[in-house]
Structure formats: C-alpha cells, structure tokens
C-alpha cells in the first residue's frame, strides 16, 4: 500500500532555481529516503534520513524531517537541467513488518533551461 | 562493483508463454526485492527475500514466481500474463533488509500481447 503522498506532482523552474519537494507519510517509520528516477529507468538512491534527525545535507540537497507531522521535504538548491527527473520519498516499516520500502506518488520536476 | 544488472532490458511475450527475468549483484547485499512500476505511477513491492529466503509475498498472483537461486542471483518466473501485467519490472538489493538504502537495477521493460 502506498503511504508517501509528494507534494506537488508536477514542478516546472528555471535553471539556477531552487526545488522543493513534500512528502507525507502515514505510519512510524525508521528511516526516510529520497530516491531519483530519470525517464523509464531504475531508480536512484539521492539521501536517507533517520527518524531521530531533523535535517541533513549533501551536496545541493538538503532534507529535513519532522516527524510529529509525519513529513519530509526535499531541496534541490542552484538546480540544473540534468535534474530533470521523478522524486520519490519512500519510507520503511518501523513495525517490523514488510522489509521493502513504500514510495509516495512522486514529482516530476523539469528544470527549464 | 555497485551495480545491480537485470536481463533483458526490453520482454515482449504473449499470454500463453513462459518467460524469465533475471537480476544479478555482487555487493554481497542479503536482502532483494522486485518492485512493480506501470507508466506514471511510484515502484509497487511484490517480493522480498531475505537471506534467499521468501519473507514478503504482497499478495502477487501466482502467474509470477520469484525464485533466489543463491545470494547474489534473483529470478523472477513469468507464465500466463495478462496484457495489465505490462510495466517495469524493478529489481533492487540492500545490504541487510529494511533499514538500508536500496540499489536498484534499470528494470526490464515487459510488454504483454
């Protein structure tokens, strides 16, 4: 069952620009990731962040949790056209039941040159 | 060696054949998983194994049979499909399962006729 729900869908910016990605969440989780997905390809692993971190850095992207919102964000700062891509937030199951991860709808970012 | 290597890249079959998918790491990573995409829409988990053992079968048909030969090989066995079973098929690894980031493979892209 999908539990991750992004926020916006879809996002157009200029080049240079910052990007900002949501996502909500519905269960207690371990950890919190964002993935990449260029056009009909595998997905690609940008960030995992912790239940018990706030916020996180690397390189231009930066992530932040909040965890008594059940939500997290994504910042793709001073963006580039080869950004364009699908971001997903996917989250575990703190439970201990399923082993995979559950991925949130996703957003489609182009990044206008 | 990062990779996860699926075969083939592209499936073209029809409902009565039988086909295989194959996904392959050499990171020593103990946990696999096959994901479920069709066009538009976020990864869908359809099975996990741990250590090669079967943990999480998300309620799949039985037209698909995953098989895990040993810890570096993943087979996902495909017979009688429907024309909505056509998607990207996604296979991925992690170093243990759940909690770790996921390495996914650039899928097998199957069409149904």
């Known amino acids: 069952s999908q539990q991750g729900e992004e926020d916006p869908q879809a996002l157009s910016i200029q080049e240079g620009e910052n990007a900002t990605m949501n996502c909500s969440y519905k269960t207690s989780i371990n950890n919190l990731q964002w993935y990449r997905q260029n056009s009909g390809r595998g997905l690609v692993h940008l960030i995992l962040i912790r239940s018990n971190e706030r916020e996180k850095h690397s390189g231009r992207l930066r992530v932040t949790l909040d965890t008594s919102k059940k939500s997290s964000s994504l910042l793709i700062t001073a963006s580039r056209a080869a950004d364009t891509a699908s971001y997903f937030c996917a989250t575990d199951d703190s439970g201990g039941g399923a082993d995979g991860l559950t991925f949130g709808k996703g957003t489609h970012l182009i990044i206008q040159p | 060696d990062t990779e996860v290597t699926q075969t083939p890249k592209h499936l073209v079959m029809g409902m009565t054949n039988k086909k295989s998918l194959k996904c392959e790491q050499h990171?020593?990573?103990?946990?696999m998983y096959w994901y479920k995409q069709k066009a538009k829409k976020p990864p869908e988990l359809m099975f996990v194994y741990s250590y090669e053992k079967l943990s999480i079968n998300e309620s799949v048909p039985s037209r698909f049979s995953p098989e895990c030969p040993n810890s570096s090989l993943l087979n996902l066995h495909l017979h009688a499909l429907q024309p909505e079973d056509s998607a990207l098929y996604l296979c991925a690894s992690s170093l243990r399962p759940g909690r770790t980031e996921a390495f996914f493979g650039q899928g097998t892209r199957l069409t149904v006729v």
């Open positions: 990171m020593g990573h103990r946990a």
